[in-house]
C-alpha cells in the first residue's frame, strides 16, 4: 500500500484531471456576464464600450491588486478608499499651491504623482506597522485609519470640494483620458499592476512567504521567515496601489471632496473575493483579482445598456454575485 | 474473560478513495477487557477504532454489538449504544468552560433553563475521579494540553459508557497523569467497561492491556494475550522484520572536539531562569524533564522564538539571535514538537512545505519550480518518505511521513547545529529508528544535535550527556553512559538537584 512511486511526466489526462478546475469559476463568470451583454445589447461589444468597462475598472483593480496581497497573508484593509480620498485631496491642495512659482505645469504635475506615491507608501506602512509592531487585528487598525483619512479630507476641503487649478487639468488630464497604441492610460496601468503583482506573488520568494505566512503564521515563524516584515510590505503594497489608482483618478475629475472613494474598499475585497482569494488568507491569483473587478463593472455596464433591470439594483446583482461567486468556491475551501 | 464479546467487528474493510487502509480484519472486545490496537502508522488502528464508533462506514464487513449486527450512522447513534471515542486530536471548544464541555448537548436543565449547579457539581465530582485539579469554570483554552485531555477523558465516562476507544491517550500526559488514567482504565474495567487503547507505547501496553491485536499495512497480523508476547516480538510483528538494534551506534566524542553551540545563565521570563549548557559537534546532548519544565522554552528563547536573555554563543562567537533568521543564518535549527501547528502548512503540497525554510536557494530572484521539486524528490528519497502521489497536501499524509517532510524541511538549511524536540512524538517504531539512525549519520558528518525528549529511552539510547530540567531550572548535567531511568526521572522530579556549575568549564561530569 505505502510503497514509495516515483512521479513519471504527467500524461495528458493527468494534467486535465490537475487543472483547478475550481479556480476558473471566476473566468466562467466573466465569459457568461460578456455572453449576455452582447446579446441584450448591439452596442456592448464594441471596443469603445468594452475599453470604457477596463477603464472604469482600473481604479478599484489596482486597488484590489494590492488588496490581494494583504488578504492573502491572512489581514484585511478597510482604509483604501478613505486613503484614496487623502490622497487626492493632498495632492490636488500640493499642486495647486506649487502652480504659478517657478516650477512649471508638467513638473508640478510630477512633483505631485511623486508626493502620492510616496505617501501611499507611508500611509500603508502606517496601517502595516500599527498592525504588526502594535499587535492589533488589522480589521480594527484599518476601520481606524478608515475614518482618519476620510476626517481629513473633509477637513482639507474644509467640508466642501477640492477643485484642481485649471491650467493644471489641462497638463494632466490626458493620464486618465489618453491612450497608447489605441488603449486607454489607465487600462495599460491595471495591466502594468496586475502582471507586476502577480510575478511578485507568484514567482518571488516575497509572494511564497506572504501565502505560507496566510496559511500558517506560526508555521511561518517557526520556518525562520520574517513574519512581520513581510506582513507589513502587504501593506506597503497596498498603499502603493492605492497612490497608483490616485494618480489616475485626480486628472479624471480634477476634483476631490468628502464623498470621493466612499465604498472602494468593499468594492475592492469583493473583486478579490469574486476572483477565488480565500478570505481567511493563504491562497489566491492576481488574475482571479483582475477578473472580479472587471465582472463588477462589467455587472453595471450591462444594466446600463439595458432597460431589463433598473440600474439602481446593481449593488443587489453585484452582491448576489460576490455571494454566488463564494458559494462556487466553497467546495475548495471548505476541507 | 469467557465473556462474549460487546462490540465485534467482523471482516471490516475501508478505503478512501482508491487507497484501502483495512483489508478484512476481524476484531472483538470483551466486557471488562483492554484490547490494545498497535502498528505502524498507516497501519489503520485508528480507522479500525472509528469503524467501530461510527465515526466512518465500512465499505465491507459488518459491526456486532451483543451478537446482532448494527449500523451506526454516525457517532451520535454509537454513542448513545455506549460506545465512545475519544480522538487523538481533542475535540473539545475552546471558548467554552470546563463544565459547558463536559455536558456540551446535553445540558441538565430546570425550569427550562440549563442548570449549571447541577453540571459544575457533576464536572468536579467527575474531575475528582480523575484526581485532576482544574477548576470547573476555567475556560478549555485556559488549560494545559494534558489538563484538556483529562476533560475530555471525563466527557467520555461522564455517559453510560460499554466501550471505550482511546487513540494515544497519554500521548499528552505526564507520567503522574498516565498512572492517573491507568487507575481509572482499571476501575471502569473493573465495572464492566470494555477499552479499546490505541498506542505507540508498547511498555504501556503491557502494563495496561489484556489482549493486543497487531495490524501492519491494513491487514490483520494477529489477536495475542499481551502475556505472550514480550515487547521485542510485537514490536517484529508490527514491522514484519526482525528489529535490529533501535539506535546507531554512540560514537565518543573526540576530547578535542570543539563546542558548536553554548548557553550561559539564559532566562527566559516566566519559563526558564539560569540554565547554560553546550553541545559539541558530534555529540547528541538529550534534554530530559517532564511536561512543562521549560526544555522547549529554554530553546526557543534561545533561538529568538519568545523572549529571553542571556549569553549564547555559537562555535565560541557570541550571537544575539532576536529572529529564527538570525539563528538560521548561523546555520542552528530548530524543530518543532509541534508539527501540525508549528512545522507544516497542512493545506500546502509537499514542496512548498520543504522548502519554506531555505526558499533563499530556490528563489534568486524567481522560484524555480524545477529545482523545488527536485529538493523534493531528493527528500523523499533520503527520508523515505512513504506517499503515493507527491502532490498532494501535506496535512494528508500519516504523522511519521509529516514529521520527515519537517525533518527535510529543515535539513534543506544545511544546519550544524540541530535541535530536535520531541523528534518521535506520535511515530511508529519503524519510522522512529529511521530517524534515530539519521541522528547518527548527523554525527557522523560533524553535526552537533540537541536531543528534547520526554520519552527516557531515546534519550538514554543517543544521548551522549543528559541535562535534566525541573521546573524551569537545570537540575543536573549527566554523562549518559550508564545512566538509568530512575536517575533522570530523580532529577526530572526534583528529588536531585546538582548545584549549578561555577562555570561551564567544569560540568560535573566529564565525557
Excluded at chain 1, 507608501?121 to 504588526?132: D, Q, R, V
Excluded at chain 2, 454513542?79 to 441538565?108: K, W, Y
Excluded at chain 2, 529564527?324 to 500546502?348: H, I, S
Amino acid at each position: 500500500m505505502s510503497t514509495p512511486e516515483t512521479v513519471a511526466a504527467p500524461s495528458w489526462r493527468a494534467r486535465l484531471r490537475r487543472v483547478p478546475w475550481q479556480q476558473l469559476t471566476p473566468l466562467a463568470g466573466l465569459v457568461l456576464l460578456v455572453i449576455v451583454g452582447s446579446l441584450m445589447h448591439p452596442a456592448f461589444l464594441t471596443s469603445t464600450n468594452l475599453f470604457n468597462v477596463l477603464t472604469r475598472s482600473a481604479f478599484i483593480g489596482i486597488i484590489a491588486v494590492g488588496g490581494t496581497f494583504v488578504i492573502i497573508g491572512g489581514g484585511i484593509d478597510l482604509s483604501v478608499g478613505s486613503m484614496a480620498a487623502f490622497l487626492s485631496g493632498a495632492m490636488i491642495l500640493l499642486m495647486n499651491a506649487l502652480y504659478g512659482g517657478t516650477i512649471s505645469p508638467v513638473g508640478v504635475v510630477l512633483i505631485g504623482v511623486g508626493l502620492v506615491l510616496g505617501s501611499g507608501l507611508l500611509a500603508g506602512a502606517a496601517n502595516g506597522l500599527a498592525i504588526t509592531r502594535g499587535r492589533i487585528e488589522p480589521f480594527i487598525v484599518t476601520l481606524g485609519t478608515l475614518g482618519i483619512f476620510r476626517s481629513l479630507v473633509t477637513y482639507l476641503a474644509d467640508g466642501g470640494t477640492i477643485s484642481l487649478n485649471f491650467a493644471l487639468r489641462g497638463v494632466y488630464r490626458p493620464v486618465f483620458y489618453g491612450s497608447f497604441l489605441g488603449v486607454p492610460i489607465p487600462v495599460w496601468a491595471f495591466a502594468v499592476v496586475a502582471v507586476l503583482g502577480a510575478i511578485l506573488l507568484h514567482r518571488t520568494r516575497f509572494g511564497r512567504y506572504v501565502r505560507a505566512i496566510g496559511s500558517n503564521q506560526e508555521v511561518a515563524r517557526y520556518a525562520a521567515i520574517r513574519v512581520a516584515r513581510v506582513r507589513t510590505l502587504t501593506y506597503v503594497i497596498q498603499g502603493l496601489c492605492v497612490a497608483i489608482a490616485v494618480v489616475l483618478y485626480v486628472p479624471r475629475l480634477g476634483s476631490a471632496s468628502a464623498s470621493t472613494g466612499i465604498l472602494w474598499e468593499l468594492e475592492a475585497i469583493a473583486a478579490v473575493i469574486i476572483g477565488g482569494t480565500a478570505l481567511k488568507g493563504g491562497s489566491g491569483h492576481i488574475w482571479g483579482t483582475v477578473v472580479g473587478a472587471i465582472m463588477l463593472s462589467l455587472i453595471g455596464n450591462v444594466l446600463n445598456l439595458t432597460s431589463a433591470i433598473s440600474e439602481y439594483l446593481n449593488g443587489t446583482v453585484q452582491g448576489l454575485i460576490i455571494i454566488g461567486a463564494v458559494f462556487l468556491q466553497r467546495g475548495r475551501q471548505g476541507r | 474473560m469467557a465473556h462474549e464479546p460487546i462490540l465485534s467487528g467482523i471482516g471490516l474493510s475501508k478505503s478512501f478513495g482508491p487507497i484501502e487502509v483495512l483489508h478484512a480484519v476481524d476484531v472483538d472486545v470483551r466486557p471488562g477487557e483492554v484490547h490494545a490496537l498497535v502498528g505502524e502508522n498507516g497501519a489503520g488502528k485508528s480507522t479500525l477504532m472509528k469503524l467501530l464508533s461510527g465515526y466512518h462506514q465500512p465499505n465491507a464487513g459488518e459491526v456486532v454489538l451483543d451478537g446482532r449486527p448494527v449500523r451506526f450512522p454516525d457517532s451520535n447513534a454509537a454513542e448513545a449504544a455506549g460506545i465512545v471515542l475519544i480522538h487523538q486530536e481533542l475535540n473539545l471548544v475552546p471558548d467554552l468552560t470546563v463544565e459547558e464541555n463536559v455536558f456540551l448537548g446535553r445540558e441538565p436543565h430546570r425550569f427550562g433553563l440549563v442548570d449549571r449547579g447541577a453540571a459544575r457539581r457533576a464536572t468536579a465530582e467527575l474531575l475528582a475521579t480523575l484526581r485532576t485539579e482544574v477548576p470547573v469554570t476555567r475556560r478549555v483554552r485556559d488549560l494545559s494540553v494534558s489538563q484538556a485531555q483529562m476533560v475530555e477523558i471525563a466527557k467520555a465516562v461522564s455517559r453510560e459508557v460499554r466501550v471505550l476507544c482511546m487513540d494515544e491517550p497519554t500521548d499528552v500526559l505526564t507520567g503522574r497523569e498516565t498512572e492517573v488514567l491507568f487507575d481509572l482504565v482499571r476501575r471502569l474495567t473493573a465495572d464492566g467497561v470494555a477499552i479499546l487503547y490505541v498506542s505507540h507505547k508498547l511498555d504501556e501496553i503491557m502494563t495496561i492491556a489484556d489482549r493486543v491485536t497487531i495490524l501492519r499495512d491494513g491487514h490483520k497480523i494477529g489477536t495475542f494475550d499481551v502475556g505472550d508476547l514480550t515487547p521485542a516480538e510485537m514490536a517484529r510483528r508490527m514491522v514484519g522484520r526482525e528489529l535490529a538494534d533501535m539506535y546507531p551506534p554512540k560514537p565518543a566524542v573526540p576530547d578535542d572536539a570543539p563546542v558548536a553551540l553554548e548557553i550561559e545563565g539564559l532566562d527566559v521570563p516566566g519559563f526558564v531562569h539560569g540554565a547554560s549548557l553546550r553541545v559539541r559537534r558530534g555529540e547528541v546532548l538529550g534534554i530530559a524533564g517532564l511536561v512543562g519544565a521549560g526544555r522547549t522554552e529554554l530553546f526557543e528563547g534561545a533561538l529568538g522564538l519568545r523572549p529571553a536573555h542571556g549569553s549564547v554563543r555559537k562555535d565560541g562567537r557570541p550571537v544575539r539571535w532576536r529572529h529564527p533568521e538570525d539563528a538560521k543564518l548561523d546555520r542552528v535549527a530548530y524543530l518543532t514538537e509541534d508539527r501540525k501547528a508549528k512545522g507544516l502548512l497542512l493545506g500546502k503540497n509537499l514542496r512548498e512545505n520543504v522548502v519554506l525554510q531555505s526558499l533563499e536557494r530556490f528563489a534568486r530572484p524567481f522560484v524555480h519550480l524545477r529545482a523545488e521539486q527536485q529538493a523534493l524528490e531528493g527528500a523523499v528519497e533520503e527520508f523515505d518518505v512513504r506517499v503515493a502521489r507527491l502532490d498532494v497536501e501535506a496535512g494528508a499524509l500519516s504523522g511519521g511521513n509529516q514529521q520527515k517532510i519537517v525533518l527535510a524541511k529543515l535539513m534543506l538549511t544545511e544546519p550544524d547545529v540541530v535541535i530536535l524536540d520531541e523528534p518521535t512524538r506520535g511515530i511508529d517504531v519503524g519510522t522512529k529508528r529511521q530517524i534515530y539512525f539519521y541522528v547518527g549519520e548527523l554525527l557522523a558528518k560533524g553535526v552537533a544535535v540537541v536531543l528534547i525528549s520526554s520519552e527516557l529511552p531515546e534519550v538514554l539510547g543517543l544521548a551522549h550527556r543528559v541535562v535534566v530540567m525541573h521546573d524551569g531550572a537545570i537540575t543536573g548535567t549527566l554523562d549518559g553512559a550508564g545512566l538509568d531511568e530512575e536517575t533522570v526521572m530523580a532529577y526530572a522530579t526534583g528529588l536531585r538537584r546538582d548545584p549549578p556549575p561555577a562555570t561551564l568549564e567544569s560540568p560535573r561530569v566529564h565525557t
